[in-house]
């Protein structure tokens, strides 16, 4: 195995990275560790040293997505294994990703059981996301949104334009790789209770997980998810025509605003495909 770079993203996580730096040290002691500190207003600089472990700060917080970009640029390995530092992660387990990987994959995720979710609602939002992940990319999708993964440093590099600032990084480079045609694995691990307090705030994240199934579709292929809503205002249209010419003979303003409505909606699909095809568009 080539060299192995171990990028954890922390904000605020002293009390974990206390127990996990150890751990990580014992199960991969030949690998770098790069901690990302977010901004943090604890001591999880000084755990770092006292652990021997590279620590990049930030002078306030930019989000876990940005910390995951820094990390990824900073690290040297030709692997990059991507896990949170507030101890839900077990360092036993990158064994196994890295066992994966060799086998011709160039991501491999983590995915975590129903038993590992953290709390009834994001389990089924994440449900969701998987399906609809699936769906979209036709292939298994096990876990959209974990965050412990082992990939290869240029591929990943690639993507790193694309990623988001703030929690959405997982889905963003799982469906960037789906649809570069790289191929992803996914290993069932079991994720541990976190140790101290989360950083999401369920309200203002609950939005953005909203628009994470808007992105899942204009990440890999817009027009799976602008075709069917055409089709679906084109039928209501059909439907309220038909509705109208029997029981008043003639064609109503609302039939022909549904048939707009397709028409326009099917256009943006038409565009949303060509820039996404743009986006994802290398010079070799």
Known sequence: MSRLSIVLPAKN?????????????????EA?????????TDDTR??????????LSSPYSMGNGAAIKRGARAASGEVIVFMDGDGQHDPADIARLLGKLDEGFDMVVGARDWGSQAGVGRGVANTIYNWLATRM???QVADL???FRAV????????LHLLPNGFSYPTTSTMAFFRSAYPVAYLPIKAAQRIGKSHIKPIRDGIRFLLI??????????LKLFAPASAIFFLLGLANYAWTYFHYGRLTNMSTLMWSAAVIV?????ISEQITALTYRRDE
Request: proline share 5%; aromatic share 8%.
């Open 145 to 147: 949104t974990s965050g």
């Open 137 to 139: 990319t036709g292939h």
């Open 46 to 55: 000084d755990v770092c040293s006292g652990a021997g472990v590279l620590c």
């Open 13 to 29: 996580e002293a009390a974990a990275l206390k127990d996990l730096l150890p751990r990580l040290r014992a199960a991969q002691p």
């Open 152 to 159: 290869r440093a240029g591929r990943f590099r690639e993507f």
């Open 213 to 222: 199934i808007f992105k899942i579709a204009t990440l890999y292929s817009p």
């Open 266 to 270: 099917f256009l943006i699909g038409l």
């Open 32 to 40: 770098e560790i790069i901690v990302v500190d977010d901004g943090s």
